[in-house]
Each structure stands twice: as structure tokens, then as C-alpha cells.
């Protein structure tokens, strides 16, 4: 009965390939975010949905699709992996303000 | 600046009183918030101050907030081994959904 899981937790793939990130949160949260951690522990918001609703768009490439099919799911997609993708992603829900709920990351390695 | 500025490492014995501080950007910040992360797991939530507070006390927590300075810190007294994480402050800025994270300071507690 985990809050906020997230699948896969470790991905190893090479340059040039898609990928994909699936979250998922059972708290009835309206409000979906990604987060990216790089090696050096900084954290920094990519995208956020509000009930399916794209909300929050930072200055991410456009090879990062998200996409929320529910307001309980918000997936990340990524196209032509470079090794600079190489992070943790973190997905979180939140039922507004500044209290979020993570999931445990997806590790995501690019070789 | 744009970062919310934290130290990266403190280093403490087990049963002294920890301080992190950090500094942030946004004077209208109406709540701040502290997360901790430990090894391999997603942020949890552990306090919050509302911004019209100097001061508040959850525990072995101790929040203080100077907002004239944009200065922030977390006290943890009597740490413990299981303390030992990486601490994020966080804020809201004004005008936006976007929960932004500091830094990071990675607290090592020896016994």
C-alpha cells in the first residue's frame, strides 16, 4: 500500500534510446509532480500536473514528454537518451502547497 | 541570487545539537519548509514554518526564521545516528506552484 510508487526503480540503457517512468500515487492527491536529482544531490522541478492538467513546465528539452492519464498517474517519457539524462527522477503528489509526497526514485543511468 | 543556499556538509557527534541553515530568495515566502532524505529513499516532509513566526518547536526539531535576513534554520537537538541524511529547505515562490528546493546538507552523525 505504498503512497506514491514508481516503476522502474534502476534503468541502464544506452545513448539514443527511449524510456519510460511510470508513478502512481493512492492518496487522492489532485497534484502531480517530476523532480530531477543529479549526482551532486540538487533538485530541480521538471513538470507538474493538476488534475491531468499540465501546470508547471520548466526549461526541460522536449525529449521529456510527461503524460497523466488520471490524476493518479503521471508518467515520464524520454526520447534519444543522452548521458547527461543520467540522474534520479523523483516523482511526488501533493494535495496542495508545499507539502509533497515522494516515491523512492528511478535511478536512471546512461551509458 | 536564484538558489535557495545551504552548506553542504555538517559533521556532528552522537547526543550534540545539529544546526543547518539556509537562505532563501523569495522575501514573500509564505511558508518554508524542511525535508530530509535518507540514503537511497525519496524526501519526506519533517516541519514547516508559516511565515509570520520567528519560531517553531516540534520536538527535537526547533525551527527559526529570521525573514528580514532570508535566513532559515533547522536545530536538531540530541542527534542521533538515525539523523544522519541529506536535510533540503524549501520555499514557494510568490506567484507560482513551484515548491524549490536548497541545496542539500548532508548531515554525518559519529558516534
Known amino acids: 500500500d505504498t503512497a506514491v510508487s514508481q516503476t522502474p526503480k534502476y534503468l541502464v540503457t544506452q545513448m539514443g534510446n527511449d524510456k519510460s517512468i511510470k508513478c502512481e500515487q493512492n492518496?487522492?492527491?489532485?497534484?502531480m509532480y517530476w523532480y530531477k536529482q543529479d549526482s551532486k544531490k540538487f533538485l530541480k522541478i521538471m513538470f507538474s500536473?493538476?488534475?491531468?492538467?499540465?501546470?508547471i513546465n520548466e526549461t526541460v528539452p522536449n525529449r521529456f514528454s510527461p503524460k497523466s492519464p488520471d490524476k493518479a498517474h503521471l508518467n515520464l517519457h524520454i526520447n534519444s537518451l543522452e548521458l547527461g539524462d543520467s540522474a534520479v527522477y523523483f516523482c511526488?503528489?501533493?494535495?496542495?502547497?508545499?507539502?509533497?509526497?515522494f516515491g523512492e526514485g528511478s535511478r536512471l543511468t546512461v551509458l | 541570487g536564484e538558489d535557495v543556499e545551504q552548506s553542504l556538509f555538517l559533521s556532528v557527534r552522537e547526543g550534540d545539537s545539529s544546526v543547518i541553515n539556509c537562505t532563501y530568495t523569495?522575501?514573500?515566502?509564505?511558508?518554508l519548509y524542511w525535508y530530509k532524505q535518507e540514503p537511497g529513499a525519496g524526501l519526506q516532509l519533517l516541519t514547516y514554518?508559516?511565515?509570520?513566526?520567528d519560531m517553531k518547536q516540534d520536538q527535537r526539531l526547533t525551527v527559526l526564521l529570521n525573514k528580514k535576513d532570508k535566513h532559515l534554520s533547522l536545530r536538531i537537538a540530541d542527534t542521533q545516528t538515525g539523523d544522519s541524511a541529506i536535510y533540503f529547505c524549501?520555499?514557494?515562490?510568490?506567484?507560482?506552484?513551484?515548491?524549490?528546493f536548497g541545496t542539500g546538507t548532508r548531515l554525518q552523525v559519529f558516534p
Open positions: 511526488a503528489s501533493s494535495p496542495g502547497g508545499g507539502e509533497l509526497f
Open positions: 492518496l487522492g492527491h489532485d497534484t
Open positions: 500536473y493538476n488534475n491531468k492538467e499540465l501546470i
Open positions: 523569495d522575501s514573500s515566502s509564505t511558508y
Open positions: 514554518i508559516f511565515s509570520n513566526m
Open positions: 524549501a520555499e514557494i515562490r510568490r506567484g507560482t506552484d513551484k515548491l524549490i
